[in-house]
């Protein structure tokens, strides 16, 4: 799912809650749009920087409502990277994604980057 931080890569905060993130980011995508080209290649791309990325697996989301183990990977990260594909917004398990980044971006600061991938933002 992740892999080793190297927290060089990203900008340092003093905040002590930022400090004790598990994750550098999360990625909030809707896989039958994006997983197997753009998000995997982000994917490796961010860890091959050594950026800890959380990347949940998408036979755990078939059918079933969102679990506390994505939840709480949210909140344990510093950046969300929310991949606002065609079919993202109809998939009820991204929109609670969704709105527990915005929550934290509220909240606790973290910082969401939004890439529009194949849609207008004018349209999201």
Known sequence: MGTEVDSSSFPSSSSSSTAQRKYDVFLSFRGEDTCNNFVDHLFNALKGKGIHTFREN???KKGKAIVPKFLEAIKESKFAIIILSKEYASSTWCLDELAHIVFCKEEKGMTVL????????FDV
């Open 58 to 60: 998408e036979e755990l």
């Open 114 to 121: 939004p890439v529009f991938h194949y849609v207008n933002s």
